[in-house]
């Protein structure tokens, strides 16, 4: 039975988006089950799919936290 973890950041594409929408969650869901049918043939029905948003603050990148990073890219 396999179990997949996909995190995503929290923050949106958009300043008014917060987060993933229940529609992006469920096609993840199901191309990620899809993926492990057609390429280790695991059944559907025993294939786990977690999806764990992270907060920008809870992140980083080149040594940095992600805002950091981001100023010093910037510059």
Known sequence: ?????IQVTREG???DRKSVTAAEKAALIKGVSQL????LN???D???V?????EMENWGVGG???EAYRKLKAQ
């Open 1 to 5: 039975m396999p179990m997949v973890t």
């Open 13 to 15: 594409s958009t300043p």
């Open 36 to 39: 492990l049918l057609d390429v």
């Open 42 to 44: 695991k059944p559907l």
């Open 46 to 48: 025993a294939t786990f």
């Open 50 to 54: 977690v999806i764990e948003e992270v």
């Open 64 to 66: 940095l936290p992600v």
